[in-house]
């Protein structure tokens, strides 16, 4: 069974920087499209930035395109999120998932980490 374990998460005041991991367990993760999606409480998930199996492909949301960065390290089985500039509204729970095809809907991922909070705050 694959699993997808989050961390890296916090508090960081208005315009900060945090980075995010994720690591793949139980697959090889060059298998998957790995992707990041945050949700809020009584929010449906939402699409932040996916990345293709080789890494040379991204996509990100019009609310974090140009400060956020997504990568991937196939030999670890890791994939990334650094975050910049980051504002109050980036406040959510921060998911991994893993998936067959390039898709910015949450349904299209098979797997998903049990997330990491994000705090933006001063």
């Known amino acids: 069974q694959v699993q997808l374990v989050e961390s890296g998460g916090g508090l960081v005041p208005p315009g900060g920087s945090l980075s995010l991991s994720c690591t793949v367990s139980?697959?090889?993760?060059?298998?998957?499209?790995l992707a990041w999606f945050r949700q809020v409480p009584g929010k449906d998930r939402d699409f932040v930035a996916f990345i293709n199996r080789n890494g040379d492909l991204q996509n990100y949301s019009s609310a974090v395109k140009g400060r956020f960065t997504i990568s991937r390290d196939n030999a670890k089985n890791t994939v990334y999120l650094q975050m910049d500039s980051l504002k109050p509204e980036d406040t959510a729970v921060y998911h991994c998932?893993?998936?067959?095809?390039?898709?910015?809907?949450?349904?299209?991922?098979?797997?998903w980490g049990q997330g990491t909070q994000v705090t933006v705050s001063s």
């Open positions: 139980g697959g090889t993760s060059s298998t998957y499209v």
């Open positions: 998932a893993a998936g067959p095809d390039l898709n910015v809907y949450a349904r299209a991922y098979n797997f």
